[in-house]
């Protein structure tokens, strides 16, 4: 094998490589760089899990931006279903579709790594007065009066011209009524849910992105839909157990 | 009833409407909810969702002609925007518009 011969002093050859190796070097070296990124992922908050009888919302923290994937399944050594959400260094993503009553293994991770497993069980569902045993709200009677399930029923016109549209309910008594029905499903553990050391009661369902807050005698206080994603995490409070939302008032 | 006559009223940090019937922001740190029957600012809603501060909402609320919101609850008799902001220590400049007792959407007091 012949080396070709290059010019000049071997100095002179040795900086006409690297220069003339340095274009099609530079992807290859980002490359090296992601990919040691990608390894270097640490976990800087473990994996938090809140569930329901059918969801789960899984949280965790990470010291570089990074994408969010939670693998999880019924078999540790399977985890065959996965559930991605944003670029994030705090990360979130929420299972949907469990089983009640089961345990599922779950592993953290980016969309190419995982990076911590640990397992979560779902509750049993409940069998509610006024819900079906699936947790599902049956079609029942209607609503009680807005007077009955409002706060401070004054106001009611006020929340309804400013939030009514985004339930695309048409006058005041509908837009209550809806949220007295949302309190129903967060009563069946169906939705996200947070008491404050007052005992007011913080609703949220991700997927419709609608909020509520009830006064500890069930009655509403607002119902709307927030912009801000985080808006829900950051109110006061901590995660209602079912046995708390089972045991919250239901005005009647 | 007009807020404004109930007991220990709260003033609003935004408009100075001496007729909020809690607190802005209860101890545990939450927003109460409650509309401001004048301004329309509702606490834990317009800040923590929105992202107003009370200047910038006050701001909004007079550039938008410092108009009663509330359809429901009408405004005590001879209000008057300019003064209850003046009477706070709010009036932004010397210019606030001054306005009577308009209404948001030009319904009837009930
Ligand atoms: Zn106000």
Known sequence: MDSPSLPGPPRARAIGIARSGFGPRLPWIALLVLAFRAFAVQITREPVVEATPTNALVRWSTDVTCGSRVRYGTDREHLDQHADDAVAENHRATLRGLKPGTEYWYAVGTFRIALATNRFSTPAAAVIPGTNPDGTVPAAPRAPPATATWGNPRSLQDHFDRHGTDFGTRDPDAYAAKAWWFLQEARAGKHRAKIDESGDLRVYDPATRSFAAYNKNGTTKTYFKPGRRDYFDDQPGKPATLRQLQEFPLPR | ?110
Request: charged share 20%.
């Open chain 2, 1 to 110: 009833m007009n807020p404004g006559t109930q007991p220990n009223p709260h003033r609003c940090p935004i408009c100075g409407h001496h007729g909020l019937e809690q607190p802005p922001r209860s101890p545990a740190g939450g927003g109460s909810f409650e509309i401001c029957v004048c301004c329309g600012f509702q606490f834990g809603v317009d800040d923590d969702d929105r992202g107003l501060d009370p200047a910038t909402a006050r701001e909004r609320w007079i550039a938008g002609g410092a108009r009663w919101f509330s359809r429901s609850t009408p405004p005590p008799p001879g209000w008057d925007a300019r003064r209850q902001l003046e009477a706070a220590g709010l009036a932004p400049t010397p210019g606030a518009p001054a306005t009577g007792p308009k209404r948001d959407r030009g319904a009837t007091p009930s």
